[in-house]
Every structure is written in structure tokens, then in C-alpha cells.
């Protein structure tokens, strides 16, 4: 894959955007920003981009995403409480690591997640991406359970599933959304090590 054929799928994909596709990449871009900066207006913004997004994977066929954005939604209600209501010793909600029981949880879920999502694709709908779309959707599940938690390791399975995606995405014809998940892996880097360095800096405090 030469940069010219990334060049020319990009071009691809700003002539084939929806208004729709493009005001849903706008605000799921400005979700992550907030994110890393721990503002609150990572919640209202993603908001924003997940209805979109509910409606957008429904169309292309994209069961499980559709889901998943679906659940983004009633969680960033639920983040935004959290961090606007942190405990009565604590200003914010702290930025803090997982313990052994947390990183349970978090393998349990995505596992359950994926089985139950990839059986219920191939046995009960028309996806010709089932298992993708299951990877995708059972990674951020777990992604989006940590960040209304404030977990560092919320960003590591952030970047897993920009990674797949990619490809996922660009496959459906959906470029400019694929796009938007590679610039979304790299903000997930920068996120993770912005919450490194607040989880440290917490811990001081």
C-alpha cells in the first residue's frame, strides 16, 4: 500500500461524503481531543457522533458497530455523571490504573462480548464482515466501560480497535471513516501517554 493509493482513496472519499458522514467525523475527532485533555466536553461531542454513527453503520450493514455506537451513546451519559460526580474527598475523578481484578473484568467482557456478537452475526443477520465487525465492537466496549472510569488502559484498547478499523472501514467503501480511525490511532497514542503521565501525577497528589 503506496501513499499515492492513500492519497487517491482519501480523494475517493471526500467526493463519496455524506454532510452526514462528514458533521459524525468532525465531532468523533473532537471527542478524542477532549479525551485526552480530560475535558468534559469529551461527552457531549461524542454524543454527537455516535447517534450519527448508530444510523450510518445500520445502512452500510454494519450490525455490531451499529451497537456498539448505540452503547457509546448511553455510556457517555453515564462518563459524564461519573466525572462531573467524583467522590466527597476528590475534587475530579482521578486518572488511575487498573488492579488485577480490573484487567479480569476487562478480558471477561471483551471475550464474552466477542463470542455472543460474532455467533449472533453469522447465524442471524446478513454481515459479510462478522468477525471484524465483532473484534471492533467487543474492543470498544471494553474502551468505553474504562474511559467513563478513567482508566489509562482504556486507551490501549482504543488503539486496537482504530487498528482493525481501518481496514474494516475502508473495505465497506466508508474512506473517509476509515481515515478518520487511522487519525484516531494516533491520537490514541498521544492518549495514552497524556494519561500516564496524569496517572503519575495523581498519585502524588
Not at 125 to 145: E, I, K, L, N, Q
Not at 163 to 176: N, R
Request: charged share 15%; with cysteine; glycine share 6%.
Amino acid at each position: 500500500m503506496d501513499l499515492q493509493f492513500l492519497l487517491d482513496g482519501f480523494a475517493e472519499g471526500l467526493r463519496n461524503m455524506t454532510w452526514l458522514e462528514g458533521i459524525a467525523v468532525f465531532f468523533g475527532i473532537a471527542s478524542v481531543f477532549y479525551s485526552i485533555r480530560e475535558r468534559i466536553w469529551v461527552y457531549p461531542t461524542g454524543l454527537v457522533s455516535t447517534l450519527i454513527y448508530v444510523w450510518i453503520c445500520f445502512e452500510y450493514k454494519l450490525y455490531a458497530d451499529m451497537g456498539i455506537n448505540a452503547y457509546y451513546f448511553a455510556m457517555s451519559i453515564y462518563g459524564w455523571y461519573v466525572w462531573t460526580h467524583p467522590k466527597e474527598n476528590q475534587v475530579v475523578l482521578p486518572v488511575t490504573w487498573l488492579d488485577k481484578r480490573g484487567w479480569l473484568y476487562a478480558v471477561v467482557i471483551f471475550a464474552v462480548s466477542y463470542l455472543l456478537l460474532s455467533q449472533t452475526l453469522t447465524n442471524f443477520t446478513d454481515s459479510d464482515v462478522p468477525y471484524w465487525d465483532s473484534f471492533t465492537t467487543a474492543s470498544a466496549f471494553v474502551g468505553m466501560w474504562l474511559m467513563a472510569k478513567k482508566k489509562v488502559e482504556n486507551w490501549i484498547f482504543w488503539i486496537i480497535t482504530d487498528l482493525v478499523s481501518v481496514p474494516l472501514y475502508f473495505y465497506k467503501g466508508l474512506i473517509l471513516t476509515s481515515f478518520q480511525f487511522l487519525f484516531f490511532t494516533v491520537l490514541a497514542t498521544i492518549g495514552l501517554f497524556a494519561w500516564i503521565k496524569s496517572a503519575k501525577i495523581y498519585a502524588k497528589a
